[in-house]
C-alpha cells in the first residue's frame, strides 16, 4: 500500500489500450469475458484510499464497447482492490448490462448475512480473496473457509488470487471449502518454466478435484512476452493455458482481464483474443471455453 500523500502526487496510470486491435477469430454466440474490472468514473465511484495506484478511468461504456468489437456477448465483472470493499461500480455496471454482466464481489470474510443475500440478488456469483504481497487487506484461509457455507447458502462461489507460491500451503486448506473454488490467472505460475514446474503441477493436482476451477486468464501475465517463440505471442502461457483446456475442458473459463492492472505491459486486447484459437484449438473446445462453462459455473439468465 502506497501513502495517500504519495498516490495524490503521482499522475493516474492508463492501464489499456484506447485502440486495441480487431480481431480475426470469431467468437461463438454468448461469448464470456469472464474476468474484467471497471475504475470509476472516479468522481462517482471513489477509488479507495488503500490502493496501491491511481488508474486512468475504464469504465463501464469503456468495456461495453470493448466487448462489442471483440464479439463478446457475455462477462463477468471482477471488482478490484482500486475500489476496495465498495462494490457499487460493479453494481451499477451489472445494472446497466441487463443481465449480459454479472460480478464477483469484494468482501471482508466476516461480511453479514444480510450483505452476502443483498450482493447475491445484485447479480454478484462470487466473493473475491487475494493473497498477493502487492495487494492489501487479505484475509486469513481460516476466516475464508468459514465464510464458504455461508456462501453456498446464497449461491455464491468463492475466487481466489494467489501467487504460484502458495499454491501448496494454500491446497489442502481450499480443498475443504464449502463451495466451488476458481482459481485466477492460472495460479500465477511462470510460464518460462514450462510444465514439469512444481507449481504447475500442483495446479493440476488441484483440477482432478471437480471442487476446483481455473481461469485460463493471464497468458500475458505468466508470460509477459507480446512475441514469443516462433513470433507467436505470449506462446509460453498459451502453452499451458492450451493444456489445461485440452486435460480440464468442463473447468476452465477465460477472460481478458481488461483493463489490465498492476501489470509490466499493456496488451492488446485483440491479440488476446486471437490467442484463444491456439488455446482451445477445436469449435467444441472454444465453445465450452467461452458459453457452457461460464453459463455453468454463473448462472446467466436467459
Excluded at 473454488?181 to 507449481?199: C, E, K, S
Excluded at 501489470?263 to 465453445?287: E, F, M, N, Y
Aim: proline content about 9%.
Amino acid at each position: 500500500m502506497k501513502d495517500p500523500m504519495t498516490l495524490v502526487s503521482m499522475p493516474p496510470i492508463l492501464t489499456y489500450k484506447v485502440n486495441p486491435s480487431a480481431p480475426t477469430l470469431k467468437l461463438p454466440s454468448l461469448a464470456c469475458d469472464s474476468h474484467v474490472h471497471v475504475f470509476g468514473p472516479a468522481a462517482r465511484f471513489p477509488f479507495a484510499e488503500n490502493r496501491n495506484f491511481t488508474p486512468v478511468d475504464a469504465p463501464k461504456e469503456t468495456l461495453f464497447a470493448l466487448h462489442k468489437r471483440l464479439g463478446i456477448g457475455r462477462c463477468v465483472i471482477v471488482q478490484s482492490v482500486t475500489h476496495g470493499f465498495d462494490n457499487r461500480v460493479v453494481e451499477d455496471a451489472m445494472a446497466a448490462g441487463e443481465g449480459r454482466y454479472l460480478g464477483v464481489a469484494l468482501a471482508p470474510a466476516n461480511v453479514a448475512d444480510a450483505e452476502l443475500q443483498r450482493l447475491a440478488a445484485a447479480g454478484f456469483r462470487a466473493v473475491r480473496f487475494n493473497f498477493m504481497t502487492h495487494l492489501a487487506g487479505s484475509s486469513g484461509m481460516d476466516e475464508v473457509l468459514a465464510l464458504t457455507p455461508r456462501l453456498k447458502a446464497v449461491g455464491m462461489h468463492l475466487q481466489v488470487h494467489f501467487e504460484s507460491g502458495l499454491m501448496h500451503r494454500l491446497a489442502p486448506a481450499l480443498s475443504r471449502s464449502a463451495v466451488p473454488v476458481v482459481i485466477d490467472h492460472m495460479g500465477r505460475v511462470d510460464a518460462a518454466l514450462g510444465t514439469d514446474q512444481p507449481d504447475f503441477v500442483a495446479l493440476q493436482a488441484l483440477l482432478n478435484n471437480p471442487l476446483f476451477y481455473v481461469k485460463v486468464s493471464g497468458i500475458d501475465r505468466i508470460d509477459p512476452h507480446p512475441v514469443g517463440e516462433g513470433a507467436q505471442p505470449y506462446a509460453k502461457g498459451v502453452a499451458l493455458a492450451r493444456l489445461l483446456v485440452q486435460s480440464y475442458p468442463d473447468r476452465c473459463v477465460w477472460g481478458t482481464d481488461w483493463p489490465h492492472p498492476n501489470h509490466t505491459h499493456v496488451p492488446d486486447d485483440g491479440v488476446l483474443v486471437d490467442a484463444l484459437a491456439r488455446i482451445a484449438p477445436t469449435p467444441s473446445l472454444l465453445d465450452k471455453l467461452l458459453v457452457q462453462n461460464p453459463q455453468s459455473l454463473y448462472r446467466f439468465r436467459a
